[in-house]
């Protein structure tokens, strides 16, 4: 299943300070579909047919029972209280959710003003719970679903949340947003059934993920959307707006200082309070964004005591950059969580619609190049760890040679994937001394050869057209270039001749969308429960869809064949080989030059906050959505009261 940004935005505050998930509009995944919990009641007044049930899961069963009183992993006693504020990076134009990353830079936190109709829990693998929705109802062939809305749902000017409401949304996301268009396009309609119910009817049956894809869908109002904005001006929901929107969520927004802060307070008489999916989340009286154009200048602000809580991300930071007197004095905290939740493939990213990145032999002979051990060892503190999977620190990652139902899944579309995946297993190029560094760009200039390309005059030419061989790599963040940099001089001993160019946000998002780039990082994070988002990251129909995240340009029939395997897969242990089915593949194209990860998620904070005992095993820090303040510790540490 996807990770959703509003399930990154409420488990983490690294959605809001790591650009590069952005895209992803991610989070915790696991909303794929399933089997779900037996014995759930049925709503009263419900009409004979399949089964009611609070929640969903893919496959098995879930965790809490419809009676349940809250997750494990909350306090249900959190004082309500205080305020968080939390960095940000760039800018914003946008408070438009639906065309968020299609037009504009949509601000941070904005989906915290709506609910979903299902809520994922922390703790489980793709498992989701009612939230907007008391009731989910599917047959056994998962040809359609239906949502039954609670009765007590309410926008924050007190009308009541509608079947309407939620046909609207759907339509909305789906005509105006192309990855939702592409998510959903299985999806044939949306159309309201009952009084409080909406039933989602799929192409095809046998799609197990299709009924949790749509309880991932942020509800709007309607009847706001189609109103006036205080100068008489009709909304458009397809257009970006600076108008602060009406929700339904916890929280709604205070107040902006256009591009450069968002400040969220939490509804008091907020409808879904009570809920047991909401009990012991959403703590804070305030929450606010504050957006930083530099790194090195965010990093001073939270030393300063302007930010409450950092999500650090650069290995030189957290080595050197918090040898200061509060964190000596414990009252800046530094801790790191393990991610369980994600999988990650970050890599340098070839455009292959273009001709100079068509051959894999050439796409190998840059990760031949590509000296990681001596730039862990230079810039990063030894602290990273090379990717080798499209689902690295998952049990998804494929590895040495496939086995079992893996095999046999690769077996039945042998004639479409390259035959080296039966007997090659995957490796990075491994250098970290003169004799390996050598010895990799030897086996480079060897595939360069194969290729077509000869080095003419110190300088690589393509032996067909003459033309020299030159690459651009595009960036948005200048934090980049220093690794970029590092791995230039390597290409050019292979007579490359390179650039590297650095944007801003919009520039970048404007050039990913008409699909303007040679070479770029880009980030995949994966879920425990991949489905169809595979379909936007790596199928033949999204690589011509502007927007997608099938940024390498891939169209090959073997892959498609294995995400359909992947979505269709009928048990946990089908998922799992099927997965690594597609991995193997993926990496036996050579679409990209994987770089790098760490398998924590670092933080620093100024000791204000409390947190359950027990932390959510998939929930990474989950700042800010279990924690609370703490105003003893605040008391103790200082600063702002």
Known sequence: MRLTRRDLIRSTALAAAAPALAPLAGGQ???????????????????????????????????????????????PSAPKAGAARMSAFGTFDNLNTVVAGVKGSIAGGIDLVYDTL????????????????????????????????????????????????????????????????????????????????????????????????????????????????????????????????????????KGIDPGRAIT???????????????????????LRFEYFRDSTVALEAFKADQMDWRSENSAKNWATAYDTPAVREKRIVLEEFPVRNVGVMQAFAFNIRRDKFKDARLRRAFNFAFDFEE???????????????????????SSG????????????????????????????????????????????????????????????????TGEPYTVEFLASDPNSERFVLFYKPSLERLGITVSVRTVDDAQYENRMRQWDFDITTSVW?????????????????????????????????????????????????????????????????????????????RTARWDRFGRPDKMPEYGMAAFPTVWWWDAAKAAKTGGRS
């Not at 602290?383 to 049990?395: L, N, P, V």
């Open 401 to 464: 040679l496939p086995e079992g139902r893996e095999r046999e899944i690769l077996e039945s579309v042998k004639d479409k994937i390259p035959a080296g995946v039966f007997t090659t297993p995957y490796t990075n190029p491994a250098g970290g001394n003169p004799e390996a560094v050598r010895a990799n760009l030897r086996e480079a200039t060897r595939l360069l050869r194969e290729a077509g390309y000869e080095v003419k005059n110190q300088k690589l030419i393509d032996a067909r």
């Open 375 to 397: 730039m862990n060892k230079q810039i990063f503190f030894g602290q990273y760890k090379r990717i080798a999977s499209y689902f690295e620190g998952t049990e998804l990652a």
């Open 264 to 286: 969220f307070e939490r509804v008091k008489d907020y409808w879904g309070r009570d809920l047991p999916v909401n009990i012991g989340r959403d703590n804070f009286d305030e």
């Open 118 to 253: 299902m809520v994922s829990a922390l703790d489980e693998v793709s498992t989701e719970y009612g939230l907007l929705a008391e009731a989910v109802s599917h047959p056994d062939d998962f040809a359609f679903v239906t949502y039954r809305l609670r009765a007590g749902a309410r926008w924050h000017d007190g009308k009541p949340v509608t079947p309407e409401d939620v046909i609207f949304s759907f339509d909305a996301f789906k005509t105006n947003h192309p990855q939702y268009a592409a998510y959903w396009r299985h999806v044939v309609k949306a159309e309201k059934t009952g009084a409080r119910d909406v039933t989602f009817t799929f192409d095809a049956p046998g799609n197990r993920e299709l009924p949790q894809i749509v309880g991932q869908l942020s509800v709007l109002p309607k009847h706001w959307w189609e109103g006036t904005d205080a100068s008489g001006k009709k909304r458009d929901v397809g257009a970006t707006t600076l108008e602060l929107p009406l929700g339904c969520g916890a929280y709604k927004i």
């Open 29 to 75: 995944a696991g909303l794929v579909q399933g089997a779900l919990a037996q014995g759930a009641a049925a709503p009263q007044g419900a009409a004979e047919g399949p089964p009611w049930r609070h929640g969903l899961s893919l496959f098995g069963e879930l965790k809490y029972p419809p009676a349940f009183k809250h997750f494990d992993y909350v306090n």
């Open 525 to 601: 994070a994966e879920s425990l429960s991949p489905g169809n988002e595979q379909r936007g990251f790596w199928g033949s129909q999204a690589a011509d869809q502007p927007g997608s995240r099938n940024l390498i340009g891939i169209k090959d029939a073997g892959i498609d064949a294995l995400i359909d395997q992947v979505i269709y897969a009928k048990s946990r242990a089908d998922l799992v080989a099927a997965t690594r089915a597609l991995d193997r593949v993926l990496l036996a194209h050579n679409f990209v030059v994987p770089q790098w990860t760490y398998g924590k998620a």
